[in-house]
C-alpha cells in the first residue's frame, strides 16, 4: 500500500517556513528594506518578496504603498518619549521631543519625506505625540490658539529640516548651493547682504538650525 504523501502546510512552500501575514510583520519587513536601501525600493511587491508571498497577499492588512510608507513612519513615531507635562520645564521638555523627532525623520533614508507629506497627524502614534507636544504647550500657560499654532509650526520646521539632513537630499543641495554662490559671487552687488551672511548658512549645521527654530518660537511664545 502506498502511503499518502504527506500534506504541507499552508504556509509552506518549496521548504522554507512562511510567517503569519500581520500588518506589524509587513511594517517590521518594510523597515528592515528600508535600511538597506531607499524609499522608492520599499514596495509592496518587495516587500512581498522579502516574506516569500505574493504582493495581493498584503493588500489585505495594508492599501498601498503610501499607506505602508505612513505605516512605517508612525512606528518610527511610536519611538519619541513624550514626558508628563511640567509647567517648570516646558521649554525644555518641548525642545527634547522636537530634537527626539528630528532624530526619528533622520533615521531612516528618505522617511523625513513621509513626515513632510504627512504633518498633520494621521496614525496613532502621531496622534499621541502630538496629543503629548500640545499637553506641554498647555501646561506651558499658552492659550488653546497659540498653543495650537505653535504646534504646527514646530512640526513644520522639524520636518522642513529633516528633509534637509537627509542623506538622499545632501548632495543635491550642496551642488544647488555652489552654484547659486558662483551665480552671485559674479553678481556682488546685486546680493551685498547674502554674501555677507551667506557662510553662516553654509557653515552652520541642521541641528543648530533646528536649535535657532525652536528657541525662536520659544522666545515669541514668552513674549506672548
Known amino acids: 500500500m502506498i502511503e499518502d504523501a504527506p500534506r504541507w502546510p499552508r504556509a509552506v512552500r ?3 517556513r512562511r510567517r503569519t501575514l500581520s500588518q506589524d510583520l509587513i511594517v517590521d519587513t518594510a523597515l528592515d528594506l528600508l535600511g538597506k536601501g531607499s524609499l522608492e525600493s520599499v514596495s509592496m511587491r518587495r516587500v512581498a518578496l522579502e516574506l516569500n508571498t505574493g504582493a495581493a497577499s498584503l493588500y489585505a492588512h495594508v492599501g498601498n504603498k503610501e499607506e505602508l510608507h505612513e505605516l512605517m513612519l508612525d512606528r518610527l513615531l511610536g519611538t519619541v518619549e513624550v514626558p508628563e507635562p511640567d509647567p517648570k520645564r516646558w521649554q525644555r521638555q518641548l525642545k527634547d521631543v522636537a530634537s527626539a ?3 526619528v525623520l533622520t533615521s531612516y533614508p528618505g522617511i523625513a519625506r513621509v513626515g513632510m507629506e504627512t504633518t498633520v497627524p494621521t496614525g496613532p502614534n ?4 502630538a496629543e503629548g507636544s500640545l499637553a506641554i504647550l498647555r501646561a506651558g500657560g499658552l492659550s488653546d490658539r497659540d498653543a495650537a499654532l505653535a504646534f ?3 512640526a513644520l520646521q522639524v520636518a522642513a529640516l529633516a528633509v534637509e539632513a537627509s ?3 545632501g548632495a543635491e543641495v550642496a551642488e544647488r548651493s555652489a552654484e547659486i554662490g558662483q551665480y552671485m559671487a559674479a553678481r556682488a552687488a546685486e546680493f551685498p547682504n547674502l554674501l555677507a551672511v551667506g557662510r553662516f548658512l553654509g557653515e552652520s549645521t541642521v541641528e543648530e538650525r533646528l536649535d535657532f527654530a525652536v528657541e525662536s518660537l520659544l522666545a515669541g511664545l ?3
Do not use: P
Open 101 to 103: 523627532q528630528f532624530a
Open 167 to 169: 542623506a538622499d537630499a
Open 222 to 224: 514668552r513674549r506672548a
Open 152 to 154: 504646527d509650526t514646530l
Open 126 to 129: 502621531a496622534l499621541l505625540l
Open 14 to 16: 518549496g521548504g522554507v
